[in-house]
């Protein structure tokens, strides 16, 4: 089993920043692709950025966000720039036990709890 565990959410507005954490715990690979998304209310859950295990990265949500990892740490970071009222989510971090970028949601096989970005307009 693998946790994991976001934080740096919260309530900002618009033009700031805000970074995500993603702590992996348990049985976690450095070599585990890993991926952020999100869902705001009544729309479908969306990538935002996916990293493999070696450092490819796909997405940026028009440049503005950057998905990082410190294997040492078992993190992955997003660092989100420019922040909108639309970018408004519960964003969620997952994990697949492979070592390559999938787009596809059902292909990550552990999720976090999520944390709530709110960006006031």
């Known amino acids: 089993q693998v946790q994991l565990v976001e934080s740096g959410g919260g309530l900002v507005q618009t033009g700031d920043s805000l970074r995500l954490s993603c702590a992996a715990s348990?049985?976690?690979?450095?070599?585990?692709?890993m991926g952020w998304f999100r869902q705001a209310p009544g729309k479908e859950r969306e990538i935002v950025a996916t990293?493999?295990?070696?450092?490819d990265i796909t997405g940026s949500v028009n440049g503005r966000f950057t998905i990082s990892r410190d294997n040492a740490k078992n993190t992955v970071y997003l660092q989100m720039n420019s922040l909108k009222p639309e970018d408004t989510a519960l964003y969620y971090c997952a994990a697949r036990m492979a070592a390559t970028i999938s787009l596809r949601l059902h292909q990550y096989n552990y999720w976090g709890q999520g944390t709530q970005v709110t960006v006031s307009s």
């Open positions: 990293i493999s295990g070696r450092g």
């Open positions: 348990g049985r976690a690979s450095s070599s585990y692709a």
